[in-house]
Nanobody
């Protein structure tokens, strides 16, 4: 099982980034997927969860209206479109398999929002 995130970087407040997660080693279309993040000095926090068929069923209130999660099962890829980024969004972002714990996740990609 492998989850590889990409697309992180440094942006100014109000900017946008799109994260991608390419999955391999398992049947991607059979699993719910999620994004989680870990800010400096804090624990993992779930950002969003999407069903195996692409239905959203959880979005963290802090990102609702700014972040959008979609998936492309034909490409085994999960995406996180992040708009109007704020300094509080600075964190390492992880792609997570499943809608439960964070056991199966990628190595993470750093997102830094600062002026």
């Amino acid at each position: 099982v492998q989850l590889v995130e990409s697309g992180g970087g440094s942006v100014q407040p109000g900017g946008s980034l799109r994260l991608s997660c390419v999955a391999s080693g398992f049947q991607f279309s059979n699993f719910d997927m999620a994004w989680a993040r870990q800010a400096p000095g804090k624990g993992l926090e779930r950002v969003s969860t999407i069903s195996n068929t692409g239905t959203m069923y959880f979005t963290n209130s802090y990102v609702k209206g700014r972040f959008t999660t979609v998936r492309d099962n034909a490409k085994n890829t999960l995406y996180l479109q992040m708009n109007n980024l704020q300094t509080e969004d600075t964190a390492v972002y992880y792609c997570v398999r499943g809608g439960g714990d964070y056991t199966v996740r990628g190595q993470g990609t750093q997102v830094t929002v600062s002026s």
